[in-house]
């Protein structure tokens, strides 16, 4: 079974940028690959998801043009690039397949974007 481990993400502050990382225990080039977010007290929801050759990306257009997905299936690992971030970024960000294997979901990496 697979296992997706999130990482990268910190505290922060308006403006800012970080650079979350995805990395899968074995071999996912075959899977399209996803982020979500989950804020305090709101339901999980889509950020931005990439194919499996990294041709076709696509955003929520609550981060479009400010966030970038990308992949890199040599290190079966997929990243998530976040500039001018906002303090409404603030959640725990997780990778899954897309669409999701409910068996996938990890412990995410914490974004806290502080103002």
């Known amino acids: 079974q697979v296992q997706l481990v999130e990482s990268g993400g910190e505290l922060v502050q308006v403006g800012g940028s970080l650079r979350l990382s995805c990395a899968a225990s074995?071999?996912?080039?075959?899977?399209?690959l996803a982020w979500w977010r989950q804020a305090p007290g709101k339901e999980r929801e889509f950020v931005a998801v990439?194919?499996?050759?990294?041709?076709?990306?696509d955003y929520a257009d609550s981060v479009k043009g400010r966030f970038t997905i990308s992949r890199d299936n040599a290190k079966n690992t997929a990243f998530l690039q976040m500039d001018s971030l906002k303090p409404e970024d603030t959640a725990v960000y997780l990778c899954?397949?897309?669409?999701?294997?409910?068996?996938?979901w990890g412990q995410g990496t914490q974004v806290t974007v502080s103002s």
């Open positions: 899954n397949t897309y669409p999701a294997n409910a068996t996938l």
């Open positions: 074995e071999r996912i080039s075959e899977h399209a």
């Open positions: 990439i194919n499996w050759r990294g041709s076709i990306r």
